[in-house]
């Protein structure tokens, strides 16, 4: 049991690692400390407009802010080549994520959206986008009582020559503050690294849908002794789905909101949302977004599948350029079993070209990933909240998804 001693040592170290940290920006933010223990809901903080400063904070002299004009092609040009140049990338730089501009301005123009809220951060010389930091209006529910007005905050993005410089935490006082002057207080967020504080720490899995390819760009290994025909073999999908699965339609939104609702309001962390958001969010979009759902003979939504589709770049492959991954959103499955409507899934993103699948291990999910043959995946996403203590989640309790 020397091993044993010296892996709990070593999971001890790592902890201490974690407590030791200073986090010279997040420490002065309210967010609980990443060794507090929370016993109860409730705001960190209470100001007023009044307490919001006016103008916005200061960058650098050689940098400017730009609000972002999301619906001048040009402006969202900027913000998906800086995305794609410098955004989220695994740990071992194979891959980046490539959102699609008809996914950046699908994401950031839900219902209630506010252009203030698309920030970048220009060189003043030749406008050159090298910062950006979006927010969104959502209405979250923490432990099925507390309905709060937030916003999710995504695409925190420094060009990779700016690193280091402390320019995210000015990219996040000034969208605070932007949020703050709309009497907003709170905010949900997620990411790949730890912070102070993860209200849920959430694990990645992915489907294979065309593991020779994954094997191939190296986001897979081909497990040892099997044959790459086998593991083609393994990995097989229904060529169609069991069930009468069509595209949601603006018809289903009355009874598709209901059923989403109803679904949701289980989780201790979880959004609403009304028709139009329905509408906006699940609406079948071209590269973007995939729902479809099956229908009773009143013609009510009774099982519904969603997922968005976010390609990575292959960095430095001399064969393939790009990953096209579906990311599993919100799923109900009411009429028949959550392993039948997510195999469904699974034909359809296999037939529209998908490479693999990924789910987190959130709502419950893990009702399906083994038996539908789902890998563990290397990353983790923690889930946050901003100006907003709440006790530690188990991921079966998070109703949320971040794009
Ligand atoms: C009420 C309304 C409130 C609204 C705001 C709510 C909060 C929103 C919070 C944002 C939610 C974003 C959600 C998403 O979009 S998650 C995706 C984030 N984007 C990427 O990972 C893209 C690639 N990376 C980059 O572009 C840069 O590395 C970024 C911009 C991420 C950091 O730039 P850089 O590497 O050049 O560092 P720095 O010297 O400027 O600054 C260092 C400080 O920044 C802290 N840091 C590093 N990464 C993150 C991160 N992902 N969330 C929060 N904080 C982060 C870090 O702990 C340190 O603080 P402290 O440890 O010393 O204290
Ligand atoms: C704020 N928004 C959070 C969502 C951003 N999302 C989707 C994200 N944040 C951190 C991750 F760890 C992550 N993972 C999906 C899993 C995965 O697919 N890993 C292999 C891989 C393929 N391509 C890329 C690109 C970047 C990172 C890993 N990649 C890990 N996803």
């Known amino acids: 049991n020397a091993l044993e001693n010296s892996k709990q040592l070593m999971s001890l170290l790592k902890h ?7 986090h010279a920006f997040w420490d002065t933010q309210p967010v609980p400390k990443l060794d507090q223990v929370i016993e ?9 407009l009044d307490d919001v400063r006016k103008e916005p904070l200061s960058l650098p002299p050689q940098f400017e802010w730009s609000t972002i004009d999301v619906n001048d092609h ?12 410098n955004y989220v990338e695994d740990d071992d730089n194979m891959f980046r994520f490539d959102y699609s501009v008809a996914f950046l301005k699908w994401a950031l123009q839900p219902p209630g959206y506010l252009k203030q809220w ?38 925190l993005c420094v060009h990779k020559k700016l690193r280091e410089k402390r320019l995210a935490p000015v990219l996040i006082k000034e969208i605070t503050r932007l949020v703050n002057l709309e009497n907003i ?39 040892a002794n099997i044959t790459m025909s086998l593991l083609i073999k393994l990995h097989k999908v229904p060529e169609a789905t069991k069930h009468a699965f069509r595209p949601l339609e603006k018809k289903d939104v009355p009874s598709a909101t209901l059923l989403v609702q109803k679904y949701l309001s289980k989780y201790s962390l979880a959004p609403t949302f009304d028709e139009h958001e329905i509408w906006h969010w699940f609406a079948p979009l071209k590269n973007v977004m995939d729902c479809q759902v099956l229908t009773d003979a009143q013609g009510n939504v009774t099982d519904l599948f969603s997922f968005y589709t976010l390609p990575s770049s292959i960095i430095n492959h001399p064969k393939h350029k790009n990953l096209k991954a579906a990311f599993s959103f919100y799923n109900v499955a009411t009429s028949i079993p959550v392993a ?56 079966a309790d998070i109703g949320l998804v971040l794009l």
Not at 40 to 48: A, D, F, V
């Open 16 to 22: 201490l690692k974690v407590q030791e940290q200073n």
């Open 185 to 223: 207080w709170q905010a949900a967020y997620t990411a790949g690294i730890v912070l102070p504080k993860p209200v849920a720490t959430c694990r990645y899995y992915h489907r294979s849908l065309n593991p020779k390819k994954l094997v191939e760009v190296g986001f897979s290994q081909i497990p």
């Open 74 to 85: 040009a402006q969202l040009m900027d913000v998906y080549t800086l995305l794609n140049e």
């Open 40 to 48: 109860k809901n409730g705001p960190i903080e209470t100001k007023t």
């Open 340 to 395: 039948e409507l997510m195999q469904d899934a699974l034909t359809v993103a296999k037939n529209n070209e998908f490479d693999v699948f990924n789910c987190l291990d959130i709502f419950e999910n893990n009702q399906f990933i083994k038996d539908l043959k789902f890998a563990p995946g290397d990353g983790n996403l923690q889930y946050y909240l901003y100006n907003y203590s709440t006790p530690t989640k188990k991921s």
């Open 118 to 155: 698309h920030i970048g951060v220009r060189v003043k010389d030749n406008k050159k986008m090298v910062g950006f930091i979006s927010a969104i209006p959502a209405t979250v529910v923490v432990d099925k009582t507390e309905n709060i007005k937030m916003v999710e905050i995504n695409f």
